[in-house]
């Protein structure tokens, strides 16, 4: 199918600030700070191994040695040692960072490309032949820095140590050892690059502060509007594409009754739509999920989320359950008589709607405020976050009905992000792994935060966030929201992955306080075929 176009497009550079500390005891120069093109050899100021006698790795070793020059007029000259490298462009892909005394912070600020990584070096001084670089974290044979994660999206916490090294070394794997004879270049085949150097105390450590948050760029017009029995507006919608189907699925909640004698919120239901673009909708003509007298969702089922079935057919879904305020006037039901009750769920055939089987109670009971249940599956595992007020819990499952088991602390807290010192709220889980076996792989997860005045007054801050994580309870938060977020704009909302774009899918107030359903992506265009499942490693069938 031809690819949607967006009116925005967002460029694939992410800039990054690097926070430097020396951390040892001695003086450092002026360093070089560059990236490069992960695929290029070299792809490292100077990589461990074999002492470089040529080429620009030559320069670098320059730089470091006053052996190999006399007068010492290069020792430790970032400038020249960017000029000398081919490759190399001050500004543009290199950067010279300030010379730093013991103690010392500087921050520097980084423009990089998916694809390139990044790499540190600066001279000790006063020495002869010392120099400190970034590695890896836990592995200081590596001095290339990734900068963006295996989906080519901008990594929120760049993380590096940074440690002495000899680049002259007799044995290969202590720079402490003898160093090599003063020949420049080195002869033989008996000198090396190697961790360690003669300036004992020369390590250091440093970090590196959140890039900006992604672009979205917005589709023209609403995706859906509000008429006929969702008259009353269109909110939390929840989307998946079935491959083999061909066709898009999107479920939304909409409020059926204002008013109810035993319902405060009115009456809450939830409807199905289909989509063979993913931006154009289709309405069944009736709720697939209507509340009913005696059920755990009497009053509201809302804030649904669906996942596909392992059978790439059948669809999984999770609501907001309330009941009334009368549920407890004849008889106490198994779930109690809170007016929040749990997570429901229900399981029904993609292609008509037809429910297969339903819970009789809530899958995650809850007894205060709740909502914006987000699912994925990864590794085989049923991953669930859920905004339980004012924070975010992970519960987990074998089976997409459960049992769950739910963490007793919070994966996620207000107060640790500015815009958000009140209340973190409408989770939108992503798994990023696409292929088996897995990489160490990352959950990201498009949130709300908000600043209130009193637990229920008028916003006073607010936006939508990313954040990552490697297991789902320990989180990377961005600083910066990427859009505000209040009572009209931007409400509720889920991302869905599209190669390396996510698509947005968000519920916004229009003139009249309807919701209305509004689709944001980033990346250039995205096809049909890129969009991916929350299923991770992605089934075979997508």
Not at 273 to 290: F, R
Request: with cysteine; hydrophobic share 35%; net charge negative.
């Amino acid at each position: 199918m031809t690819p949607l176009l967006l009116l925005v497009a967002t460029a694939q550079a992410a800039d990054f600030t690097l926070d430097i500390t020396n951390n040892s005891t001695f003086d450092w120069t002026e360093g070089v700070a560059a990236v490069m093109d992960e695929a290029s050899n070299p792809n490292s100021l100077m990589p461990i191994g074999d002492t470089p006698t040529s080429g620009d790795l030559y320069d670098t070793f320059r730089y470091i040695d006053s052996s190999c020059d006399r007068g010492q007029e290069d020792d430790g000259d970032a400038d020249k040692l960017i000029r000398r490298w081919g490759p190399l462009t001050e500004d543009v892909n290199a950067w010279v960072v300030p010379a730093l005394a013991p103690g010392d912070t500087t921050t520097v600020h980084i423009t990089a490309y998916p694809g390139e990584v990044l790499s540190f070096v600066a001279r000790v001084d006063p020495s002869g032949d010392d120099m400190v670089m970034m590695h890896a974290i836990g592995d200081p044979l590596d001095t290339t820095i990734d900068l963006f994660n295996h989906v080519d999206l901008p990594l929120f916490n760049v993380r590096f140590d940074i440690k002495g090294y000899d680049p002259n070394t007799t044995n290969p794997d202590d720079g402490d050892a003898s160093s090599c004879s003063p020949d420049c270049p080195a002869t033989g085949n008996n000198c090396y690059v190697a961790l360690g150097n003669g300036n004992t105390g020369a390590e250091a450590g440093g970090s590196q502060t959140p890039p900006d948050e992604p672009d979205f760029g917005l589709f023209p017009g609403w995706s859906l509007s509000p008429t006929g029995w969702y008259a009353n507006g269109v909110g939390s919608p929840s989307v998946i594409r079935r491959a083999i189907h061909d066709d898009y699925l999107m479920v939304f909640e909409s409020r059926l009754t204002d008013t109810d004698a035993v319902c405060p919120a009115g009456i809450w239901g939830i409807g199905l739509a289909t989509s063979t673009n993913g931006y154009d909708w289709t309405v069944e003509p009736s709720p697939i999920v209507t509340p009913a007298e005696g059920t755990y969702y009497r009053c509201v089922a809302a804030h649904p989320n669906i996942i596909i079935d392992d059978d790439g057919s059948d669809v999984h879904l999770y609501f907001k359950a309330e009941q009334g305020t009368d549920a407890c006037d004849t008889s106490t039901p198994t779930w109690g008589c809170n007016r929040y009750t749990g997570v429901g769920y229900l399981k029904f055939n993609g292609t008509t709607g037809a429910i297969i089987t339903e819970a009789a109670e809530p899958v995650v009971s809850q007894d205060k405020a709740f909502g914006f249940p987000s699912v994925v599956k990864v590794d085989g595992t049923y991953n669930m976050m859920l905004a339980t007020y004012p924070s975010f819990y992970l519960a987990t499952a074998l089976a997409p009905e459960g049992p769950w088991t739910t963490q007793v602390n919070p994966v996620m807290e207000p107060g640790v992000i500015a815009w958000a010192s009140t209340e973190v709220y409408n989770p939108s889980l992503v798994c990023e792994g696409d292929t088996a076996p897995l990489p160490p792989y990352e959950f990201s997860n498009f949130f709300g935060g908000r600043t209130t005045d009193g637990m229920w007054g008028p916003i006073t801050d607010g936006g939508v966030g990313e954040a990552i994580s490697t297991n789902g309870t320990n989180w990377f938060l961005g600083t910066t929201p990427f859009t505000f977020s209040d009572d009209t704009s931007w409400r509720h909302w889920e991302a869905v992955r599209a190669g390396s774009a996510y698509l947005l899918y968000f519920s916004e107030k229009d003139a009249q306080g309807r919701n209305n359903i509004g689709l944001a992506a980033t990346g250039d265009e995205w096809s049909d075929a890129d969009v991916a499942t929350d299923i991770c490693p992605q089934p075979a069938w997508w």
